[in-house]
Every structure is written in C-alpha cells, then in structure tokens.
C-alpha cells in the first residue's frame, strides 16, 4: 500500500469529543467491521461513493447540470416524474468521476470520499494550531477504520508530532497488529471500542468476532499507550449486566489501566446518510425503551463498574480527558 493518498469521507474542525482539548478529526474511508448501530455509513466500503439528498434538487427542467456534466449522458441519474433526482443507479458505464456531483449547485449530489496526499491534509491540520496550543487538542484519526491505511496514517502522524501536534487515533482495532504498532509509533492517545464480549454475539452485531480486537488492546496497554475505550450502550444488545461485568473485568486486567472507559448512550444517527446511499439502517424500527430509564441503566451500570472494578468509568464522552 502506498502512502501516496488516502481517501477521506470528511474532515471536521474543532472537534472536543474524540480527544483532549480542540481538535481536527479525519474520517478515513474504508472500515473491517459492520456495526448494526453504525452512524457513518459512508465510511464503510473503501471507495468514494455518490449521496442523493432530493430535497435539495432545483429539478431537471430547471437545472439539468448534472446530466450536462456527465460523460455518459446521465444514463445512472435517475429522476422521478417531477424531474427531481430520485437515486443514482449502479452502473457498469459510470466512471466514478463525480463531475455530476462537482456541478450541481444546491449539492443535491454530493460525493462521499476525497483522496488527499499527506501534506494536503498536513496544511489543514496547521491552520488550527494556535488552538490546539491554548487547549491541549491536536489531531484525531478516525473512520471507518484509519489503520486499514496505515502507511499513510503513520507518516501523517509523524509529520504532525514533528510539528508539535498532539496525535489521536480512534481505531476498532480489529486489524493486523503490525499496522496499528506502525501507527502507533507517533500515536499520543488511541481511542477503542469494546461492543461486546461474548465473540459469537459480537459477529452477530459487528460482523466479526472479537478476539482480535481484545488481543490488540492488551498489546496496546502492553506498551503503555493511553486507552480510552468506548462501549456503545444499545439496549437489548449489550446493555445486560453479564456483558458490562465481562467487559469491566477485562478491562480490570489489562497492564495498564484505561485513562477512561466511556459508556456511550445508543442514539439512532445518520439515518439520512444511509438514505442518501441508498441503503437501509441495520436496525431498521429499532427504538430503545424510553430515554428516562435506559438512561438511569447507564448511570447505574457506569456506577457499578466504577465502586466494583475500580475503573474510571463515565457515562458519555463529554468528560474532560485528563491526558
Ligand atoms: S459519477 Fe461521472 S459517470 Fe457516473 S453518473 Fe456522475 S458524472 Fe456520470
Ligand atoms: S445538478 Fe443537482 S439540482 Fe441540478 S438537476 Fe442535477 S441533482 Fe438536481
């Protein structure tokens, strides 16, 4: 794999959840694990893809710039009677050039997935340093799943400590050792998730069992990196008592302990995204029992963990992060 570029669905500015202080996040494109309650569908295939939004289409009649734009005369835009686009249809002759998308005015089309070189991405990372100095924040690599581009995720993690910027990644961790120990190598905080304990449940859920994953955060506390680890909590899935227990006396017995272990709130997101893909929400009507209580399990379960197992357990990820 080249470090050449690496493809990019978004990067987001000022960010405060997903590590110390202010912070610019880049979402890679591409990721090894299929979450039911994933809420960034469009990180998962490795490839840039077209979203539909049709609200926001002016209407053939009126505008038309797409298919002008198009060098296979629009043959994949489909549009509906009252010429607005409808979706985009998978077709061999679409040469992926998303010049339909680059023209349409209100981006009624918009292409998820942008490729950048290192010092494109370095250039943006810098406009934002004075506040990374004032608050402690830095840079977050995030997805999908950075490290399945790992030779690029590594030299833009040296290029960014090399100019002081502290250094984030947020990684499933269900990939090969070698690479996250590469990434690792100029990686100041790795931000995890554990989703469930019981393998067999976890590849129902995920796609993939767990054992990797949990092999790689020992490795990684092994070496002494600072972990916070993240448990979405979706009732009905892995919001029992036994599956945080488990996942409380793993983390109770890794080297060194988490600097914290966030139980995250299940909230149903991006569902818009996945409509502009064109795909269903994995969870389709799924609705958690009423907010009051599942919210009073989380604090109850946050509590447990942190008096029983001595772990610095926090409901949510609005916490200040203390590393
Ligand atoms: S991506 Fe290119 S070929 Fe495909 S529909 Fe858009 S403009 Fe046409
Ligand atoms: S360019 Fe955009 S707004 Fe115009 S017709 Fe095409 S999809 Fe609709």
């Not at 198009?70 to 061999?92: H, K, Y």
């Not at 040469?95 to 009624?108: M, N, Q, S, T």
């Not at 767990?210 to 899935?237: C, D, F, M, W």
Request: with cysteine.
């Amino acid at each position: 794999m080249s470090s050449g570029t690496a493809l990019v669905s978004n990067i987001q500015k000022y960010t405060i959840h997903d590590g110390p202080g202010i912070r610019t996040e880049i979402f890679f494109t591409g990721c090894t694990l299929r979450c039911l309650w994933c809420s960034n569908p469009e990180t998962i295939e490795p490839r840039a893809r077209l979203g539909v939004y049709p609200s926001k289409c002016i209407s053939r009649e009126k505008c038309g710039w797409c298919v002008a734009a198009c060098p296979i005369g629009g043959a994949p835009l489909v549009f509906g009677d009252d010429g607005v686009i409808e979706r985009v249809e998978p077709s061999p002759e679409c040469r992926d050039c998303f010049k339909c998308a680059d023209k349409c005015p209100p981006r009624a089309l918009k292409t998820w997935g942008t490729r950048y070189t290192v010092d494109e991405l370095l250039n943006i990372v810098l406009e934002d340093e004075s506040f990374y100095r004032r608050s402690g924040g830095g840079v977050t690599l995030s997805g999908g799943e950075p490290i399945m581009q790992w030779e690029f995720a590594r030299e833009l993690l040296r290029r960014c400590r090399d100019a002081g910027v502290n250094t984030c990644v947020e990684t499933a961790l269900h990939v090969p050792w070698d690479s996250a120990a590469a990434v690792f190598d100029y990686t100041d905080l790795v931000i995890t998730d554990v989703k469930h304990m019981d393998t067999e449940k976890h590849r129902e859920y995920c796609g993939a069992g767990n054992e990797l994953i949990l092999a790689n955060i020992r490795k990684t506390s092994e070496r002494g990196l600072p972990i916070v680890v993240r448990t979405p909590i979706v009732p009905q899935y892995n919001a029992d008592d036994a599956n945080i227990r488990a996942t409380a006396e793993f983390l109770a017995s890794l080297p060194v302990a988490p600097v914290a272990w966030q139980l995250l709130p299940y909230r149903k997101m991006g569902t818009e995204k996945y409509d502009s893909l064109g795909l269903s929400y994995p969870l389709g009507d799924y609705e958690p029992p009423p907010r009051d209580e599942w919210e009073r399990n989380l604090v109850r379960l946050t509590e447990m963990v942190r008096t029983e197992y001595g772990l610095s357990a926090v409901a949510g990820s609005s916490e200040t992060l203390a590393v």
